[in-house]
Each structure stands twice: as C-alpha cells, then as structure tokens.
C-alpha cells in the first residue's frame, strides 16, 4: 500500500539535545511538507520541499532543519534553538499543481 | 497573507441531525480546498478535495461546497453518528508551499 510512514510515534528527548523526526514517502511524490501542531491550534507549516536537494522555509522555520537527498525522504531535525519544541509533527506529500495532500499518522515529540 | 477561520469552534449536537460546518479564507487566489478530519491523537485523514473550478465534492453523507469569489466552503454532514465525532479542519492550497490551515471544529455527536 502506498502511504506516509512517520516514526517514531512517540519520541522523548532532555532540553538541548537535537531530535529528528523521520518520514518516508512511497507515493512517487515530488512535494513533502513538515507541519506542527499545537493545543487547539491549527496547522503550521515549518518546512517544505518541491524537488530532491531543495527546501524552502515555511511560517516557523526557526529552530528546525530539513534536509532532502532522496525523493522518498524528508526527515526534520528539532534543534536545541527551538524554544517550545514539545508538539505534534506531521508530514504531508503531494503531486505538482493542484494534487491534494496527503498525511502521516504523525510525531508526537516531548522535550522535558 | 492567506487565513482561513472556521466557525463554530465546537459543536455538540444530538445523533441523526444534519448540521453544518463553515470555513472563510481571505485570499480567493486558491487552488483547491481540502476538509480534514482528525482523531484525537492521531493524523489527518483527507474527506473531500474541491478544486478551485468545482462548486461542490460529495462523498456519502457528507456533502462539501465552495464559494471562491465570496472565500467560503461548507461542509455539510447528513444524518450525524456518534462515529463522526472529531476535529474536522478545513485547509485552502494557494501555491507551493502547501496547505494553509483553519484552527479547526471539534464535533461532538451525543449517542
């Protein structure tokens, strides 16, 4: 079946370690996305990439980083800059143009 | 800079009645809309995709429509079950970079 795979569904990491949040695409999509989600807010885009060895910064970039060497793949590292990094993360893939998106099942982080 | 609101914030309705969920968004310039709905705890799982040149998706009991030129979309739910129950979020695709998202209608269907 084809789909995106988050892991691990629950991560927990110390204040000032860096953290990465895996995603695996096997859609043959050429867009990946990394969203958060906090209480009672809606979704807020962190990173997204339209091609392999490109990315580009969303609403709330700082403190995370991407990196996109295959097509497939799209992991999200939470840094120790990130102020508030306790959140859930969801990764999202799409076609060209007008394809709807397409979620994981999600990350839960918390940083204590 | 493109927003989307949906209203109400919560709902909590008896089983079996229709009932309807608005989202506004303030840039028409979109591509399509997506209505969501998410579990607690878990992901999103897509309900209805309209693309910009359509008026309304229907997809079982469950009917979505969109008004570009006034930035509306609805979605109606017909004969609601306590299985609905659910956050249902409402996002708009203007370009690029993906999905620009509503905070959101938590439903509460009572048995």
């Known amino acids: 079946d084809g789909g995106i795979t988050q892991s691990p569904k629950y991560l927990f990491r110390k204040e000032g370690q860096n953290v990465t949040l895996s995603c695996e695409q096997n859609?043959?999509?050429?867009?990946m996305y990394w969203y958060r989600q906090d209480p009672g807010q809606g979704l807020r885009l962190i990173y997204y990439s339209q091609i392999v060895n490109d990315f580009q910064k969303g609403d709330i970039a700082e403190g995370y980083s991407v990196s996109r060497e295959k097509k497939e793949s799209f992991p999200l590292t939470v840094t120790s800059a990130q102020k508030n990094p306790t959140a859930f993360y969801l990764c999202?893939?799409?076609?060209?143009?007008?394809?709807?998106?397409?979620f994981g099942n999600g990350t839960r982080l918390t940083v204590t | 800079k493109q927003e989307v609101t949906q209203i109400p914030a919560a709902l909590s309705v008896p089983e079996g009645e229709n009932l309807v969920l608005n989202c506004s968004f303030t840039?028409?310039?979109?591509?399509?809309l997506q209505w969501f709905r998410q579990d607690p705890g878990k992901g999103l799982t897509s309900l209805l995709l309209?693309?910009?040149?359509?008026r309304e998706q229907t997809s079982g009991r469950l009917n979505a429509s969109l008004d570009k030129s006034s930035g509306r979309s609805t979605l109606y739910i017909a004969a609601s079950q306590p299985g609905d129950s659910a956050t249902y979020l409402c996002?708009?695709?203007?370009?690029?970079?993906?999905?620009?998202f509503g905070k959101g209608t938590h439903l509460i269907i009572q048995p």
């Open positions: 859609l043959n999509h050429d867009a």
């Open positions: 996002a708009v695709r203007g370009g690029a970079d993906g999905l620009t």
């Open positions: 840039d028409s310039a979109i591509y399509n």
């Open positions: 309209i693309q910009s040149s359509q």
């Open positions: 999202a893939s799409s076609g060209t143009g007008d394809s709807p998106l397409h």
